[in-house]
């Protein structure tokens, strides 16, 4: 019996050991379990955390609504302002500009050579619109002819570039001036000898005539006010037209009806 007791004791010992770190395992689980008195406020602390994530969860759906009515009616803003057909401004259609009138009676006096105007260093000169006679100077050392003005205004019409502009009407010392408009042809750069620096001008075109010649050119609008004459004709009007005789003034006539027609009777 002896030797039994000796072989079971280790079989003991090991068992003892078992149920102590039972029983310490137990008692630790016990230590970290919620006591009974408390479950109920931790179940309503639960429930009032659900209920403020429900208000959380319904205030963002609202405002998530809100921001996608703000954006539709921003976006019918825009469609509504694409669909109304604004219409474009423009400015007001040029007035019709009057012509030379036709040479029926008393017709200009014009001598001719070879086809081509004779014309002395000075001449009458009819402006067409607005119907004024200048004394011009025929100057073969001028490429562009030139007209005296003043108030000169650019702007857009119905997507062109046009000058408004006043000439002067002669005879008046520069008291009384009339208003024209037209489109712009050109631009040029003039360089003059008493000047350092060159100078842009605006060329438009003119109708005009010289005894019974009538002509559409281009003319530079240029300040002339210290010169003697306020209209100066130039090579490009020259050009496979007229001849100059150095020797002359005034070797053309302008029609009765043009000066009828002037606003200044023909007098400078």
């Not at 280790?10 to 006591?35: E, I, N, Q, R, W």
């Not at 001598?111 to 067409?128: C, H, M, P, W």
């Not at 007209?147 to 857009?156: D, K, P, S, V, Y």
């Amino acid at each position: 019996m002896g030797y039994r007791f000796l072989q079971t004791r280790p079989f003991l010992t090991l068992a003892f050991s078992g149920l102590a770190l039972s029983l310490s395992g137990c008692a630790s689980d016990h230590y970290f379990m919620v006591k009974k008195e408390n479950v109920e406020d931790v179940r309503s602390s639960v429930h009032s955390q659900r209920a403020t994530l429900v208000t959380m969860e319904q205030n963002a759906g609202v405002r998530h609504e809100q921001l996608l009515q703000e954006n539709r009616e921003s976006t019918q803003s825009i469609l509504d302002a694409i669909a109304t057909q604004v219409e474009k401004p423009s400015c007001p259609p040029p007035k019709a500009a009057p012509s030379c009138p036709a040479p029926s009676k008393n017709a200009g006096q014009a001598d001719r050579l070879k086809g081509k105007v004779v014309v002395g260093e000075v001449e009458k000169f009819f402006l067409a619109e607005p119907g004024l006679v200048y004394t011009a100077r025929i100057d073969s050392g001028a490429e562009t002819s030139s007209i005296h003005a003043r108030n000169i205004q650019r702007f857009e019409r119905d997507g062109s570039n046009w000058v408004r502009f006043e000439v002067p009407v002669p005879g008046t010392e520069d008291t009384k001036w009339v208003s024209m408009e037209k489109e712009i042809s050109r631009r040029v750069k003039i360089v003059q000898s008493s000047a350092d620096e060159s100078e842009r001008r605006v060329v438009v075109e003119l109708q005009f005539a010289i005894g019974d010649h009538q002509q559409v050119a281009e003319f530079t609008l240029a300040d002339r006010k210290n010169l003697t004459y306020e209209v100066l004709i130039g090579r490009n009007v020259l050009r496979d037209v007229m001849l100059i005789d150095v020797g002359k003034e005034f070797a053309t006539e302008l029609p009765k009806s043009y000066l009828e027609q002037s606003g200044n009777g023909g007098e400078k």
